[in-house]
C-alpha cells in the first residue's frame, strides 16, 4: 500500500499554527485546504483535491464520439 | 381541518393542494391505483421522519444536482426531512462537518437513512477518495452499516459507474460491491439517479413502513420494471421501420425511432419516458438523441460506443 499523504495537523500553541479544514464543503468535489499561520498571518497555503477517478485513462481507445458522455461526467453541477 | 403538518407546509408556501399534487404524482410513479393519493397524503402526514446523511465519495455531484432541480418536490419531502450532512449544501466545513455524521450516526442509529453518491475506491488501501483523513470505503462502512436503510443514488453508488470502466484504474466498486451483505440496500441507477424515483421511494417507505419491492439487482420494481424500448413514444416507427439514418434527416425531424443511432432504449430498464427530467419537461428520446443505456449495469463498457447500432434488440 502506498505511503498515504497526510500532513498532520500542528497543534503548536500561537504564534505559529497549522490548520487544516477537510472536507471543505458547499463545493463540488472533495477539497482539503490547509494553512500555515504565523503571528496571525498566513504564512503558506495549499490545497488538495481529494478524489480521483482517472478519466483521462479511461477514455484512452474508446469511440472519440463518446468522449463528451464521459467528460462530461467531470462535473455533474 | 388543519393538522400541524400542514401548518408547517403552510409556513412554507406550499399549499394543500400543490400537496395532494405531490401525493398523486408519487402514487403514479410508484404504480397505485387511481384515487390512492389522498390515502397517501393522509401516511405522509402521520409519519415520523428520519434524517438523511448523504455521502458523496467518487461522484460529480449530478446526483444531488438532480434533487436539487426539484424545488417542489423538496420543499415538500425533505425539508420535513433532515438533511443533516450533505457535503455541497451543510454549513460546518471540516472537524465540524465530520462531526455532523458522526452525531447524526449516535444520536439516531439504526433510524436515518444514508444516500451514498459516487463509487467507492478499492485500490491502493482507498486512497482515491480521501474525507477528513479517511478512506471512502471506512465512511461508508462506519455510516451505512448503523443506518436504518441505505440508498445508492446514481451508477456509480450502484455499480461504480464511470470510474469503473475500464480498466477501472481505481478499483472504483458500488456500495453493493464495497460492502457486500449490506441491507437493506436500495439501488437507484439512472445517470444521474431520477429524482422522481428517490422521493417516490422515500414516500413508500413513510407510508408503509417497508421499502418497495426490488429485483435481482436491488432496483425498485416499480422504476426499474420496464424496459425503454417497449415503453418508448417511438416504438411504433421501429415496428414500421421508420428509422432516423442520419442526424437532422426527414426521418430525424419526424421523430422516428433511434434505434439504428445507437439507442439503448433495448437494453435498459427505466421509467424515463414516465417521470421525465427538469419537472416533468422532456427526456432524452423525445429531445431527438438516443437512450445511451445509463440505468443499464455497467453501461459505459457494455453499452458503449454510443452512437453504434445494437446488433440485435
Given at each position: ?77 | ?65 438532480s434533487f ?58 482507498g486512497v ?13 462502512q462506519e ?171
Open positions: 500500500m502506498p505511503k498515504i499523504f497526510m500532513p498532520l495537523v500542528i497543534n503548536n500553541p500561537q504564534p505559529s499554527q497549522r490548520i487544516v479544514i477537510d472536507p471543505l464543503t458547499r463545493i463540488e468535489g472533495h477539497l482539503r485546504l490547509e494553512a500555515q499561520v504565523e503571528n496571525g498571518q498566513v504564512a503558506e497555503a495549499w490545497s488538495a483535491a481529494m478524489m480521483f477517478r482517472g478519466l483521462e485513462i479511461i477514455l484512452k481507445g474508446r469511440d472519440p464520439r463518446d468522449a463528451w458522455v464521459f467528460t462530461q461526467r467531470i462535473c455533474g453541477v | 381541518m388543519r393538522t400541524p403538518f400542514a401548518e408547517k407546509l403552510e409556513q412554507r408556501g406550499v399549499s394543500r393542494r400543490d400537496f395532494l399534487k405531490f401525493c398523486g404524482l408519487m402514487a403514479a410513479t410508484l404504480g397505485l391505483p387511481a384515487g390512492s393519493g389522498r390515502a397517501l397524503a393522509q401516511s405522509l402526514e402521520a409519519a415520523v421522519r428520519p434524517p438523511i446523511v448523504w455521502l458523496e465519495f467518487q461522484d460529480c455531484t449530478a446526483d444531488s444536482e436539487l432541480r426539484e424545488p417542489t418536490l423538496i420543499n415538500l419531502l425533505f425539508d420535513s426531512l433532515s438533511l443533516d450532512y450533505h457535503e455541497t449544501l451543510m454549513a460546518p466545513s471540516g472537524a465540524q462537518a465530520e462531526k455532523s455524521r458522526l452525531d447524526t450516526i449516535r444520536d439516531y442509529a439504526g433510524q436515518y437513512i444514508c444516500v451514498v453518491e459516487g463509487s467507492i475506491p478499492t485500490a491502493d488501501g482515491y477518495a480521501m474525507i477528513g483523513g479517511r478512506t471512502a470505503l471506512s465512511i461508508a455510516t451505512c452499516s448503523n443506518a436504518l436503510a441505505t440508498i445508492a443514488v446514481g451508477n456509480c453508488a450502484w455499480d461504480g459507474g464511470i470510474a469503473a470502466a475500464a480498466p477501472n484504474p481505481t478499483g472504483a466498486k458500488g456500495v453493493g460491491g464495497a460492502l457486500p451483505g449490506l441491507s437493506p440496500l436500495i439501488n437507484l441507477p439512472g445517470c444521474p439517479m431520477n429524482v422522481v424515483n428517490l422521493t417516490a421511494t422515500i414516500v413508500y417507505f413513510l407510508a408503509n413502513g417497508q421499502w418497495p419491492e426490488r429485483d435481482s439487482l436491488g432496483r425498485p420494481r416499480f422504476a426499474y420494471g420496464e424496459e425503454i424500448h417497449e415503453e418508448c413514444p417511438r416504438h411504433h416507427h421501429y415496428e414500421a421501420e421508420r428509422f432516423v439514418l442520419a442526424w437532422g434527416d426527414q426521418g430525424h425531424r419526424n421523430g422516428w425511432c433511434l434505434f439504428r443511432m445507437g439507442c439503448k432504449g433495448p437494453r435498459t430498464r427505466h421509467n424515463c419516458w414516465q417521470v421525465k427530467w427538469n419537472g416533468g419537461t422532456n427526456w432524452p428520446i423525445g429531445a431527438g438523441h438516443g437512450c445511451i443505456g445509463c440505468a443499464a449495469p455497467n453501461f459505459w463498457d457494455n453499452l458503449s460506443p454510443f452512437y453504434t447500432a445494437l446488433t440485435d434488440d
